[in-house]
């Protein structure tokens, strides 16, 4: 079966980085459009990046686009959000998603601030 689970998450200075991880597995990970979201305390979940299957397209929320960054390695399972220039609304949990799956990790929890 579908299974995420997502790292990579902390506390972390405004203007900081993180990169996240989310290692797939029980599904053809190379086939699938990969998304990662975040849900911040008291708010609904959110999308925050969409990658295709081959790595090729990305598409950002404007609330991220030229502050995080999404790959993935195929031959891995694996995907990655890089996130630059941190801000404290960038506080949240933060899962990623499969395409045609219902699936969601237990998410990793990024912490921004001073």
């Known amino acids: 079966q579908v299974q995420l689970v997502e790292s990579g998450g902390g506390l972390v200075q405004p203007g900081g980085s993180l990169r996240l991880s989310c290692a797939a597995s029980?599904?053809?990970?190379?086939?699938?459009?990969m998304y990662w979201y975040r849900q911040a305390p008291g708010k609904e979940r959110e999308w925050v990046a969409t990658l295709s299957s081959t790595g090729l397209v990305r598409n950002y929320a404007d609330s991220v686009k030229g502050r995080f960054t999404t790959i993935r390695d195929n031959a891995r399972n694996m995907l990655y959000l890089q996130m630059n220039s941190l801000k404290p609304a960038d506080t949240a949990i933060y899962f990623c998603?499969?395409?045609?799956?219902?699936?969601w990790g237990q998410g990793t929890q990024v912490t921004v601030s001073s």
């Open positions: 029980g599904f053809t990970f190379s086939s699938k459009t």
């Open positions: 998603k499969a395409s045609d799956s219902d699936y």
